[in-house]
């Protein structure tokens, strides 16, 4: 294919994904530490939950007829026959026209239907509560099985267990979980000019950047980062780390896809196997020279040397794929994104998506978006910016007081 032939960032992106057959297996872990990952089958209740009905206030378990037309004026007036200890079945039935103490969580007695929150109540005797308002069936009551019956979905497949659903597991007594294996992403850097970041820099050197800043967004995306190493541009060194990434998911590689004599990217891309260079150029600003492919079924791209160059083509590109591998939608239903008005004026060029950094603030009440100007080389600017602003190839810019939608970093 002819290298370099600019597509939009939509047709590129849908091409590579397209290509991609990686999908991850399933893998078994504790539940302990199932934190972050993805479901890859339903998980369902072994059990009903909760396995007996509960109060959900501090009061007392009722039969809620006994209720019926309480008022503060003309309470109902029941005996206090027990105080159901906390972890423990109640010893109790109850029976018409009393009442025992129950606390958050405790079990309800047998014939008890309902709770009284205790601030709805007055001890008008030592064994005797007045209560003041009725109360309806079921009313403060969780109930057998109303969280879930047994062999029902607790959670289904592709969730990502957050807090609650680690919650959930537990509360079921779930001890492991199928989740999707993370994909392994070998990740490379190269350029004559870096230098490890232990590394005092000499004349025309620079710290490398891009294999943190990678690593830190693929363990965000699910995956697990392995910075191979840093190669110059020497085509045998570049080859040799190439290679090595075979034996990963994915392969991330930046720096060297620039047009210029010495840009190696490509060519030794195509060497590694079929179908190879699918993209190599996107009508993307910052991030035109992107190389997507794949290599005997192994994805690869190739990201600019610019840091912020190379984060906006993560986020196109690299965090789709992830997902996609892992079994998610490519893009996520929903976004963390803010409405903003903008401060100033915005150019753009037809034909071309352009990725803009803005800082967020508050300003009389309304959120306000300022772009953070600066090359792609500037990695403070992505320090200083909040968010970022997709102007789509369409559009010709964007004016000063323009309401736009802000894709909050994470």
Same mark, same amino acid.
């Given at each position: ?5 600019? +597509? ?10 397209? =290509? ?5 297996? &399933? ?8 934190a972050?990952r ?14 007996? =009905? ?11 007829? $006994? ?8 309470p &109902? ?11 423990q ?13 129950? =606390?958050?969580?405790? &079990?309800l007695?047998?014939?008890?239907d309902?709770?009284?929150?205790v ?7 030592p ?11 079921? !009313? ?6 109303e ?18 659903? &680690?919650? @959930? ?8 979980? $199928? ?18 970041? $232990? ?35 020497? !085509?045998?060194?570049? @080859? ?8 990963? $998911? ?33 009508? +993307? ?29 993560y ?15 490519? !893009? ?9 008005? @903008?401060?100033?004026n915005?150019a ?10 803005v800082?967020?603030?508050?300003r ?10 600066g ?36």
């Amino acid at each position: 294919m002819e290298f370099f032939t600019l +597509l939009s960032v939509e047709e590129a992106r849908d091409r590579w994904l397209a =290509a991609v057959e990686r999908r991850m297996a &399933a893998e078994r872990v504790a539940a302990s530490e199932a934190a972050g990952r993805i479901t890859a089958s339903p998980v369902l209740s072994p059990e009903e939950l909760p396995p007996f =009905a509960r109060s959900s206030v501090d009061g007392y378990a009722v039969r809620s007829a $006994d209720t019926f037309g309480a008022s503060e004026g003309l309470p &109902a007036y029941l005996t206090v026959t027990a105080e159901i200890p906390m972890g423990q079945a109640p010893t109790l039935p109850l029976n018409p026209g009393e009442a025992q103490k129950i =606390a958050t969580g405790g &079990a309800l007695p047998e014939g008890a239907d309902a709770v009284i929150m205790v601030e709805h109540t007055e001890q008008s005797a030592p064994d005797e509560i007045a209560a003041l308002r009725p109360v309806s069936p079921g !009313e403060n009551v969780m109930h057998r099985g109303e969280d879930c019956r047994a062999g029902a979905e607790l959670i289904p497949a592709g969730r990502l267990i957050r807090a609650q659903e &680690a919650a @959930l597991l537990s509360h079921a007594g779930i001890l492991q979980v $199928d989740v999707v294996r993370r994909p392994r992403v070998a990740i490379i850097s190269t350029g004559d000019e870096l230098v490890p970041a $232990d590394q005092a820099p000499g004349p025309g050197q620079i710290r490398e950047s891009n294999g943190q800043a990678l690593s830190a967004l693929v363990l965000r995306d699910g995956g697990e980062p392995a910075f191979l190493g840093l190669a110059p541009d020497d !085509e045998e060194r570049i @080859l040799a780390l190439l290679r090595q990434g075979m034996a990963y $998911d994915l392969i991330l590689i930046s720096g060297g896809s620039s047009v210029g004599a010495r840009d190696l990217t490509a060519r030794l891309i195509g060497r590694l196997g079929e179908p190879g260079v699918l993209v190599h150029g996107v009508k +993307l600003k910052p991030g035109k020279p992107t190389i997507l492919a794949v290599a005997g079924g192994v994805p690869v791209a190739g990201l600019p040397g610019h840091p912020v160059s190379a984060q906006v083509v993560y986020s196109l590109f690299v965090a789709p794929l992830l997902r996609q591998m892992q079994g998610l939608p490519p !893009e996520p239903e929903f976004r963390p994104t803010v409405l903003a008005r @903008l401060t100033k004026n915005v150019a753009s060029t037809a034909g071309r998506t352009d990725v803009v950094r803005v800082r967020l603030f508050r300003r009389d009440g309304e959120v306000w978006a300022e772009p953070v100007h600066g090359k792609s080389g500037l990695i403070s600017t992505l320090v200083k910016a909040d968010g970022l602003i997709v102007i789509p190839s369409a559009r010709e810019g964007l004016l000063a007081g323009d309401t736009v939608e802000v894709e909050v970093l994470a």
